[in-house]
């Protein structure tokens, strides 16, 4: 069965630390894996990953995959309190997501 | 704003009862997916359709059902409402059959 594992579940940090969310997978016809920040309500579409090795940037957001060892993270530095989100991993095959990891940021 | 479209935005029922989400998907996508979050399980995969035919289907029960009409919007009916049955429930759409996903603001169904 499909299975996507985000770790911590939560975590709490200081503005202008910088956290690492993880997120591991096992899943059959592997085509990318993508990450999600959700706010209030709808998710928002951060990564897709399809190569290992290659990081993807965006400002302070970075996402890297490890096809070999079947897991991904995603770096925010500098942090804001306006990163305070879950934070969602999803792997395609079916478009199956992780619990989420809960971020909280205290300014 | 996504481009999904999703209602109603709320809904309050009895157990017992049947309802109809509907959603309409970014102009261009034929791809519409179905989940549900509730707070202890995350975002879990109902139903997956592309292009009027279903694509996947996740641990979707037997009381729901989906489909995808020709004008590509999707309907999910959930029948004989459980209190456990409350939740957000999710539609997204894209363009291929996988890949970036744009989400709806969800539909919250509450069952009494």
């Known amino acids: 069965e499909d299975k996507v594992v985000q770790s911590p579940l939560s975590l709490v940090v200081h503005e202008g630390d910088t956290v690492t969310l993880n997120c591991s997978y096992e899943?059959?016809?592997?085509?990318?894996l993508l990450w999600y920040k959700q706010e209030k309500k709808a998710p928002t579409f951060l990564f897709m990953l399809t190569s290992s090795g290659i990081e993807k940037k965006s400002g302070r957001l970075s996402s890297i995959l490890d096809k070999k060892e079947l897991f991904s993270i995603l770096n925010i530095t500098a942090t804001q309190t306006g990163d305070s989100a879950v934070y969602l991993c999803a792997v395609e095959g079916k478009i199956i997501f992780g619990k989420g990891t809960r971020l909280h940021i205290l300014p | 704003d996504s481009g999904v479209t999703q209602t109603p935005k709320h809904l309050i029922t009895a157990t017992g009862q049947r309802v109809t989400l509907r959603c309409s998907p970014r102009?261009?996508?034929?791809?519409v997916y179905w989940y549900q979050q509730s707070l202890d399980q995350g975002l879990q995969f109902l139903i997956q359709y592309y292009n009027g035919e279903e694509r996947a289907k996740g641990n979707i029960l037997e009381r729901f059902s989906a489909q995808q009409f020709p004008d590509l919007h999707s309907e999910l009916n959930l029948s004989s409402l459980e209190l456990g049955d409350s939740a957000l429930y999710f539609c997204?759409?894209?363009?291929?059959?996988?890949?970036?996903?744009?989400f709806g603001e969800g539909s919250r169904l509450t069952v009494l």
């Open positions: 899943v059959t016809n592997f085509r990318s």
């Open positions: 997204a759409s894209s363009l291929r059959p996988n890949g970036e996903l744009f």
């Open positions: 102009s261009g996508d034929l791809s």
